[in-house]
C-alpha cells in the first residue's frame, strides 16, 4: 500500500466534488467517477482498463456493457510504462487519456498515441536548473544514478551538456535496468560505486515507480554524507524505518512551481470513515492508528471511535497533507475534462443536435476540446495540455527533513525561473537548508581542491576536466581568483607580487640627478670639464711659450673647447627624458667627437707636414703656410651632420620604457629609433679614430720637441679601447646601466684625450718652466744634431 498513490483518489474526489458544487461548470450535471487500481506487473496491467471499457469483470473487447452512461475519459497514473500500455490500447477506440505523471517525450508522440495527453509540464529547463545550482554551491563532481530507458539517456544526454556549458563534471553514471532495481545486484554494485566516488553529491532521476524501489535500497544501507538531489516524483512516505538517521535527510528536490489549492487541506482533514463509508482503506487506516474498530464485510466504523480523529493526526512519515506534484496534476486533469465536456455540450446545445443529457454519449468527441483547452485552475495556474504549447516549467527548490527519523518536512528554500534574467534564473536562501548528516557546513563535492590565488589549474592527462593541479603562475603573471584556468600577465607598467596574486604599479625609474650613480657621473663630468677649462686658461695665459706655439695654437684651443662640451654632453643624459634630451643626446655626442677626432687628425697632419717642410718642396710649404689641414675639421663634420640628419629624419630617437630590466620598474630611457644609424655614427667615429691613430703612430720618431705624435698616439689607443669595450657591454645591460654605460664611455673616452695630449704639456708648462723657454729648446736640438754628426 503506497500513502502517495491514496492522495491521488482523495484529490481525484476532490476535485470532482468541487467541479459539482460550481454552478459554471457543467450546470445541471454531475460528474460521476470510477477508481481502478493497476498493478505494476506488465502481464495485468490491461486487466482494469479493459473491465473500465467492458463495464464487466470479464474481458470482451469491443464489447461493452455499460449502457448509455460511457465514462469521458480514462485518467493513469505515474508509471509512463503504464500510460503507455494502456493508451496502446485505448487508441483503438479514441478513447480520451490524460497521463498526471511525470512529463514524458514518448508519451507525446501524437503518431503512437493520439489519444493521450499529458498535464505535467515538461522538463525542459531541470538539466540547466540543477547546473546553475551545482555551480552556486561550487559542486563540480557530481555521480548520476539513472533508470536504462528513454528517459535516462534523454536527461543524461541533457545534463552533460548543461554540465559542460557550466564546466560540472560528471563522477560516475549508474544507468540502472528496470527489472534490476529491487535486486541484490543493484544494491552492491551501486553501493559500491557511490562508496567508491569521491563525489558528496548525487542526482538521481526516474519515474515515482522506479525512484521507490531506488530509494528502498539506498535507504536501508544508510548512506550518509551524500547529499542527494531529485525530482519531486519522490515518495518522501517510503516506510523503512530502521535506523535513527535517515540516508537522504537534507536531500534536495526540484518541484514544478503550483500554488496551493485552497480548500484541499480542509477537505483532507474532514475526510473519514463516516462521511465516506464506502472507502475500505479509510476503515482500515482509522482501525490501525486511531483504534477504531470496524464491524464485517461494510468496514463500517462503530461508534466507539474518537469523534474528532482525522488524516492530519497521522505521523508525518505516513502521511503528507499537502498535495504532492502528481495529485495536482490529477486536480488538473479532471478539471481539463470537466472544461471539455462543458464546451462540447455548449456546442451541441447551440447546434441543436444532442440533448444536454446525451453529451457522454461519444468520448472520441471530446479530442477537439481537450487538444485546444486552456484554463486557469483555483490557483491561479494556466493549464494546457497542447505538448506543443508548453509554458516552460518554473521550479520550486526543496529540502527534505527528516532529523531525527520521522520529522518528514520539505521546506521550500528557493526557486528557479529559467525565463529571469541571465544570472537570476536562480533564488535561494542558503540559511535554511538542513544538510545532510555527516556535514555541520556546506558540503563539498570536488575532484581537485580549489587552486588558490597565484595558482592555476593544470589538467590531469586522461581524466575530467574538473580533475587537475594546482601550479604556480609564472613570473610576472598573477591570477587574483580561485580555480583559473589561465594566469594573467600583468601590464608592462605593473608587476606581480610574491604571492602572484596582485599585479602592483611599477615605480619609474631613470637615470636621475639624484640617484647615487647619476650623482656620481654628473660630478665627474662637471669636474672634468672644469679641468678642461683651467687647461684652456692655462694654454692662453702661456700662449707666448714655446711648448705652446709649436702644437699649432688654434687646434689646441679648438680641441680644448670641443672637450670642455664633450664633457658637458653626458648631463643630456642625466634626469628625466624628453623629446628634446632624447634628440639631442646622440647627435650631439656624435658632432662634438667628430669635431675633436678631426682636430687630432688635423693636428696629427700639422705635425708630419712641419717636419717635411724642411725638404724642398713648394707644395709642403704652401699646405703649412695656408693652414690647409684646418679644413679636416669642417669637412668631417659636415658629413657626420649630414649622417645625423639623415638619422633623425628618417627614424628619430625617442621616449622609451622598459618594463623588465629591473623587478618592480619601469625604467624611462631613450630609444635611439634606428640602431643601424647609431652604429653608423660610431663606425664614422671608429675611422676617424683610426686614421689619426695611423698617422700618429707613423710619426712616433720625429724630434721630441715639437712632435706630439706618441700622446696622440696614446690617447686614441685609450679611445680605441673605450669604444672597443663599449659595445659588448653596452649591449649586455639593460635599464640605466645602460645609459650610465654611454655615459661613463663619454667620460673616459674625452678624459683619455685629455689625459694624453695635454695633462704631460701642462706639467711642463706649470712644474718645469725651465724646460719650456726657446734657449732649452735650440740647445736640445743642437745636443741632438752634434750626436747625429758625431755618428
Not at 516506510?239 to 484541499?264: K, P, T, V
Amino acid at each position: 500500500f503506497k500513502w502517495r498513490s491514496y492522495q491521488f483518489s482523495l484529490a481525484f474526489i476532490f476535485a470532482v466534488e468541487e467541479i459539482n458544487r460550481n454552478t459554471h461548470i457543467l450546470p445541471n450535471t454531475s460528474l460521476g467517477f470510477d477508481l481502478y487500481h493497476v498493478p505494476s506487473n506488465q502481464w495485468h496491467i490491461l486487466q482494469e482498463p479493459f473491465i473500465c471499457l467492458t463495464g464487466t469483470g470479464r474481458y470482451f473487447p469491443n464489447y461493452t456493457c455499460r449502457g448509455p452512461k460511457k465514462a469521458a475519459a480514462l485518467l493513469t497514473g505515474t508509471s509512463w510504462a503504464a500510460s503507455a500500455h494502456i493508451g496502446r490500447l485505448l487508441n483503438l477506440y479514441k478513447y480520451p487519456q490524460l497521463a498526471f505523471g511525470p512529463f514524458d517525450t514518448m508519451l507525446s508522440d501524437r503518431a503512437q498515441f493520439t489519444s493521450l495527453y499529458q498535464t505535467a509540464p515538461k522538463d525542459t529547463s531541470l538539466s540547466q536548473g540543477i547546473s546553475i545550482l551545482m555551480v552556486h554551491f561550487s559542486w563540480t563532481w557530481v555521480g548520476l544514478i539513472l533508470i536504462d530507458d528513454h528517459n535516462g539517456a534523454e536527461i543524461l544526454s541533457d545534463l552533460r551538456r548543461e554540465m559542460d556549458n557550466y564546466r560540472v563534471c560528471i563522477a560516475f553514471v549508474e544507468m540502472i535496468q528496470d527489472n534490476l532495481i529491487s535486486s541484490n545486484e543493484f544494491s552492491r554494485t551501486t553501493y559500491l560505486k557511490i562508496l567508491k566516488s569521491s563525489s558528496n553529491v548525487i542526482f538521481i532521476y526516474g519515474d515515482t515507480e522506479s525512484l521507490h524501489g531506488i530509494i528502498i535500497n539506498t535507504g536501508i544501507r544508510l548512506m550518509n554524507g551524500k547529499v542527494w538531489i531529485m525530482r519531486s516524483q519522490w515518495d518522501s512516505t517510503t516506510d523503512f524505518e530502521l535506523f535513527i538517521f535517515d540516508s537522504f535527510h537534507g536531500s534536495l528536490i526540484f518541484a514544478h512551481h503550483r500554488a496551493e489549492i485552497s480548500n484541499f487541506r480542509k477537505f483532507v482533514q474532514a475526510y473519514n470513515p463516516s462521511k465516506y463509508p464506502e472507502d475500505g482503506y479509510l476503515a482500515v487506516m482509522w482501525n490501525t492508528y486511531f483504534n477504531c474498530p470496524f464491524s464485517g464485510p461494510e468496514c463500517k466504523i462503530l461508534s466507539s471511535c474518537l469523534p474528532n480523529a482525522s488524516l492530519d493526526m497521522l505521523p508525518k512519515n505516513v502521511w503528507e497533507m499537502d498535495m504532492s506534484p502528481e495529485s495536482y496534476n490529477l486536480y488538473n486533469s479532471v478539471y481539463a475534462v470537466a472544461h471539455s465536456l462543458h464546451e462540447m455540450t455548449l456546442q451541441k446545445v447551440q447546434i441543436q443536435c444532442h440533448q444536454a443529457g446525451e453529451a457522454n454519449s461519444f468520448p472520441s468527441e471530446l479530442h477537439p476540446f481537450l487538444k485546444n483547452i486552456h484554463f486557469k485552475n483555483g490557483a491561479g495556474d494556466l493549464v494546457v495540455l497542447d505538448s506543443q504549447r508548453e509554458l516552460e516549467a518554473e521550479y520550486d527548490i526543496l529540502n527534505f527533513w527528516n532529523f531525527p527519523d520521522g520529522l518528514r518536512k520539505k521546506m521550500k528554500f528557493g526557486t528557479f525561473s529559467p525565463k529571469a534574467p541571465h544570472g537570476q534564473e536562480l533564488c535561494l536562501s542558503d540559511y535554511m537548508i538542513q544538510w545532510a548528516t555527516g556535514f555541520t557546513e556546506l558540503p563539498r563535492s570536488v575532484c581537485s581542491e580549489s587552486c588558490v590565488p597565484g595558482f592555476r589549474k593544470s589538467p590531469q592527462e586522461g581524466k575530467a576536466a574538473c580533475c587537475y593541479d594546482c601550479t604556480p603562475c609564472p613570473d610576472n603573471e598573477i591570477s587574483n581568483e580561485t580555480d583559473m584556468d589561465h594566469c594573467v600577465k600583468c601590464p608592462e607598467s605593473h608587476y606581480a607580487n610574491t604571492e602572484k596574486n596582485h599585479c602592483l604599479q611599477k615605480a619609474v625609474s631613470f637615470l636621475s640627478h639624484e640617484d647615487p650613480l647619476g650623482m656620481a657621473l654628473t660630478c665627474l663630468a662637471l669636474g672634468f670639464s672644469a679641468l678642461t677649462a683651467g687647461v684652456l686658461v692655462v694654454f692662453v695665459k702661456y700662449h707666448h711659450t714655446p711648448i705652446v706655439k709649436a702644437n699649432n695654437q688654434t687646434l689646441t684651443y679648438i680641441l680644448l673647447i670641443t672637450l670642455i662640451f664633450c664633457f658637458l654632453c653626458p648631463l643630456l643624459f642625466i634626469g628625466h627624458p624628453n623629446t628634446a634630451t632624447c634628440i639631442l643626446q646622440q647627435s650631439t655626442f656624435a658632432v662634438l667627437f667628430t669635431v675633436a677626432l678631426s682636430t687630432v687628425l688635423a693636428k696629427t697632419i700639422t705635425v708630419v707636414l712641419a717636419f717635411k717642410v724642411t725638404v724642398p718642396g713648394r707644395l709642403t710649404r704652401w699646405l703649412i703656410i695656408s693652414k690647409t689641414p684646418n679644413f679636416i675639421i669642417p669637412v668631417c663634420t659636415l658629413f657626420q651632420i649630414v649622417l645625423c640628419g639623415i638619422w633623425l629624419g628618417t627614424s628619430p630617437p625617442f621616449i622609451d620604457s622598459d618594463a623588465y630590466a629591473e623587478y618592480g620598474l619601469l625604467i624611462i630611457l631613450c630609444n635611439k629609433g634606428s640602431t643601424i644609424a647609431f652604429h653608423s655614427v660610431l663606425a664614422y667615429l671608429y675611422c676617424m679614430a683610426l686614421g689619426s691613430y695611423t698617422v700618429a703612430y707613423l710619426s712616433r720618431n720625429l724630434p721630441d720637441t715639437f712632435n706630439e705624435a706618441k700622446f696622440i698616439t696614446f690617447s686614441m689607443l685609450v679611445f680605441f679601447s673605450v669604444w672597443v669595450t663599449f659595445l659588448p657591454v653596452y649591449h649586455s645591460t639593460k635599464g640605466k646601466l645602460m645609459v650610465a654605460m654611454e655615459v661613463f664611455s663619454i667620460l673616459a673616452s674625452s678624459a683619455g684625450l685629455l689625459g694624453c695630449i695635454f695633462l704631460p704639456k701642462c706639467y711642463i708648462i706649470l712644474l718645469r718652466p725651465h724646460r719650456n723657454v726657446l734657449s732649452h729648446v735650440r740647445n736640445k736640438a743642437y745636443s741632438r744634431g752634434k750626436v747625429n754628426l758625431t755618428a
